[in-house]
């Protein structure tokens, strides 16, 4: 079946606070705060601190033009691929999905949104640091842009679509009762991440728990390869975290005992030994793990 793009066009263009591509925004060439013109053509994209914004458009669909207006809004509409989804129980490091999501809102230009100035002249990003300023305060940035200007405005509106597509739906239906019907895509993303700080702050405990609970001798004949297939995994993800047991080495090294064969006793205790060398949790760990290699 063919697609009807002027159709797609004309629906992207009248979607609320879409007035990005506009053709009274094409006709005017009004140029962004955030952003430029290039080629008669005004794009949006980059950060807002004045020493670090871009030249040019990072790509085409940066370009606020009738012509590729239906192009960035179904692009927005799908988010990222179903592997990159942000989920409430991610089983993959968070930071990798944030990357995507991060490369494709820069790519489509509503990243500038983001930038919010604290302090005079010092600008940060409220996608790598949504926690850097309480959600009221993102609320009221979100506001000031709107009413400054029409391609943020439009952009805030972009953004929290491609967001909305880009994780998936347990964590839409955790947040959707903290969510106004006017937040843009900046307080979205910072209720997503609060609400992932709550359930990963959840689960690292429970990690913690567990690691600090289950010995050795809890599997039958001993079985060191089963104990380890528990705890390992755990061990890694605290450590990603930044989020170590306290005296993790030498906890774990002491839920090791169980057989009482003279090398095995030999070996728990040279272990042992090299970790009371080590006085903090990390260096404890890096130690730990060719240990029970």
Known sequence: ??????GLETFAANQPNA???????AAAVVKPL???IQNGTPWTGGSRDPDRRRDMSLTPLCSCSEQIGYRVWTRCERGVEEEWKIKLTNTIPLLTCERIIQAGLENVGVDSVFWIEIG????????????????????????E?????????????YLRIFLENSVDMALHRKISPLLRIGDGGPAFWSLVKMTLQGA??????????IIKETKLVDFPGYDVSKYHEVVLPLLNACNEANHLLLNVGPKVNENHMGPRSIGYMAILSNYAGEQANLHDSQRQFDRLIPQMD
């Open 1 to 6: 079946m063919d697609t009807d793009f002027e």
């Open 19 to 25: 007035g990005r591509f506009g053709p009274n925004v």
């Open 34 to 36: 955030n952003g430029g």
């Open 120 to 143: 005079a002249g010092h600008f940060v990003n409220l996608f790598t640091q949504p926690d850097v300023v309480p959600l009221n305060m993102i609320r009221d940035h979100e506001e």
């Open 145 to 157: 842009l709107r009413d400054t200007c029409l391609y943020d405005s439009a952009n805030m509106h």
């Open 200 to 209: 990963e702050t959840s689960k690292l405990i429970r990690h913690k728990a």
